[in-house]
């Protein structure tokens, strides 16, 4: 049987029951059943060397490769046997299905095995043995909220979960490679990318479709990695042959901690000035001055202030920005996008200056560093 021996036309395929005789050899991997989308059940005869069917669900003579879920076969849930070892494409591919249990000897999930299963809302592979998730494999599940992974997965394809908008946070194994659109669409806003990731394929992480179809970076996406690591890289990644450059937020895991814990703590308002308390010392959050020139002070309520946090001086008009000497850390994106500024000297008890502290401001001409020992 062909790709297409059922045809490929899902709005017209009148197929409610498939009857497969003794002579059937070979199934293409391309599953011609994917357009089913009345199919209520399938039969195999007995005699069949190749291909059986267990509760409705069509696999191989072994059951190792589950073939087909029938689309209209119907039940909320399903417990996939042991001993399978690969979800071939479309398997369970836009059936009713809310609840799935995965074998421990599953090693293969095959492209769209499980797309478009709008009523799931989580799933558990962690106990198996899956290596590699293909592409579209969890496509179009819109209420995916919870995703549990292997230690055993090495490979995630393109558009693995494409359009999973209920998926906001996800923990990735080590030594994985992450493919085209692999979670373009989805509600993360932030990820975690560990050290040993080997390759993270453009637009993967951080694009969402805007309303015109194309792709567009999602506002202030964070990626939290290791300096120097694949998460690095792409922070700033360029492809010119695709014509996208990433311009994304990049966190140690230490930063975003430090991040998390202030943004748990109190936030006070001084003037132009939002700022935080910590260890007895001001931590400007933010600032709104729409000043040519702003004069930010040594003080904020009664606090001497050390740090200029991220984004916070993000996109102001300002041309000249005065920093007080009890200013020691400039922390990642603090000036971003301040589009207006000349220029900018650093007090002399300044010890580091974060990534893309500067980035974006296109009038900038001259800039004293003052003491950082780390840019």
Do not use: H, W
């Amino acid at each position: 049987l062909g790709k297409t021996a059922f045809g490929s036309d899902p709005e017209n395929c009148p197929f409610e029951k498939i009857n497969l005789p003794a002579s059937i050899e070979y199934i293409s991997s391309s599953n011609p059943f994917m357009y089913c989308t009345k199919l209520k059940e399938i039969t195999v005869d007995a005699a069949n060397e190749y291909y059986t069917v267990s509760d409705g669900v069509l696999f191989s003579k072994d059951m190792t490769l589950l073939v087909c879920y029938p689309q209209m076969l119907g039940g909320s849930s399903y417990t996939i046997p042991e001993g399978v070892t690969e979800l071939g494409s479309a398997a369970l591919y836009n059936t009713g299905l809310e609840e799935i249990t995965f074998p421990s000897t599953l090693a293969v999930i095959d492209y769209f095995a499980l797309g478009s299963l709008t009523g799931l809302t989580s799933v558990d592979m962690s106990g198996t043995a899956l290596s590699s998730i293909g592409s579209f494999a969890f496509s179009g599940c819109s209420a995916l909220s919870e995703v549990k992974l292997p230690d055993t997965l090495y490979g995630i394809d393109g558009g693995a979960f494409y359009n999973c908008k209920a998926l906001t946070e996800i923990t990735l194994p080590e030594n994985l490679n992450i493919g085209q659109y692999a979670f373009m669409d989805t509600g993360l806003k932030s990820i975690e990318i560990p050290e040993s990731v080997e390759s993270i394929a453009y637009s993967a992480l951080g694009y969402c479709t805007a309303a015109n179809g194309e792709e567009t970076p999602v506002a202030g996406f964070t990626v939290i990695g290791q300096y120097g690591s694949a998460a690095y890289t792409y922070c700033t990644d360029s492809d010119s042959d695709y014509g996208y450059t990433n311009d994304f937020t990049f966190m140690t895991p230490e930063q975003a901690q430090q991040q998390s814990e202030l943004l748990a703590q109190e936030r006070f308002t001084e003037g132009a000035f939002e700022y935080a308390v910590i260890s007895d010392k001001a931590v400007i959050t933010l600032c709104t001055s729409q000043d040519t020139v702003i004069d930010v002070p040594d003080t904020l309520g009664g606090y001497p202030v050390s740090t200029i946090y991220p984004a916070a001086f993000s996109g102001l008009t300002a041309t000249v920005i005065n920093l007080p000497d009890s200013v020691t850390t400039i922390r990642e994106m603090a000036f971003y996008n301040c589009a207006y500024l000349q220029s900018i000297t650093l007090p002399a008890g300044t010890e580091s200056v974060g990534n893309n502290a500067f980035d974006t401001c296109t009038s900038l001409e001259t800039i004293d560093f003052g003491g950082a020992k780390t840019i």
